[in-house]
């Protein structure tokens, strides 16, 4: 029967490629301070701080490599397209990891580090390189306006519409390596159940919904994804 899947991975997704997650003992906001680094008041406050913060994120993510968990995701993708089915890949990642195992179907709700936005006229560009307060817009030519294309705190996520869309079609919903502790992100399991989508967790740990799940697999992404992935395409 052809299926709508609509998935929705975090943080946890990308940590076997040495990306750091955020509410781990180790994670990225036990470290720093979300409010100083992901806020639009932030960097007003310091721009060149919250810059810096995200050149060398964005340099990790450039020698980072996609794992086992963001291939099986793209071979899905295929294998429902094959079936006449669909999978709405709904990323809080700003990493472009599904994009380079091969996913083409994906929503980044909260933005892209390897893309910049214009504040001044909002142009947004691709950004594989480091950003400075002294560099000029190429569209509009004003300086110090460029930010990474990322939602901080206090944004509207993007995509919301077509995101709602999916769930409210979907027959299945997928949370992947997300705490499920950030709105909207952390409702979509409760719109899915709705519409009367089946609901299936994968995590390294039961998240803070863990319970509202009708099916969980719960181990490394690298493993349970893949192997979640040959079982349903089987
Ligand atoms: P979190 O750090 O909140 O949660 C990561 C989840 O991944 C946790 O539930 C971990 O148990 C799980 N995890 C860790 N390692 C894993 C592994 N190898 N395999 C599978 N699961 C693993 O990250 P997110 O839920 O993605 O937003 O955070 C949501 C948003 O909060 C982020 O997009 C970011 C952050 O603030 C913004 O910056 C706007």
């Known amino acids: 029967m052809a299926q709508h899947i609509v998935i929705l991975t975090g943080a946890g997704v990308s940590a076997e490629s040495g990306l750091g997650t955020f509410r781990d003992v180790d994670g990225i906001w036990s470290k720093f301070d979300p409010m100083e680094l992901a806020s639009p008041e932030g ?7 919250v810059l810096d913060f995200y050149n060398a994120r964005r340099r990790n993510l450039v020698d980072a490599q996609p794992n086992a968990a963001h291939f099986a995701l793209a071979k899905l993708e295929q294998g429902l397209a094959e079936r006449g089915g669909l999978l709405t890949l709904v990323t809080q990642n700003i990493d472009d990891l599904h994009e ?3 996913s083409a179907n994906v929503l980044h ?6 893309k910049a936005r214009c504040g001044a006229c909002s142009a947004v560009m691709n950004c594989r390189e480091d950003l400075s307060v002294s560099d000029a817009c190429p569209g509009c030519g004003d300086v110090g306006a460029l930010r990474p294309h990322v939602v901080w705190f206090g944004e509207y996520p993007e995509h919301l519409d077509d995101i709602a869309v999916a ?3 979907a027959d299945m919903f997928i949370s992947i390596g997300t705490s499920g502790t950030v709105w909207p992100a952390a409702g979509f399991v409760l719109q899915a159940r709705e519409t009367g989508a089946r609901t299936v967790e994968l ?3 039961p998240s803070d919904d863990g319970r509202v799940f009708d099916e969980a697999h719960y181990g490394p992404a690298s493993e349970i994804v893949p192997d979640w992935v ?3 395409l089987t």
């Open 203 to 205: 995590n390294l740990e």
């Open 109 to 114: 709700m909260h933005g892209e580090l390897l």
């Open 167 to 169: 769930l409210a079609d």
């Open 100 to 102: 380079r195992a091969g």
């Open 43 to 49: 960097f007003a406050r310091n721009p060149v701080k």
């Open 230 to 232: 040959e079982t349903y």
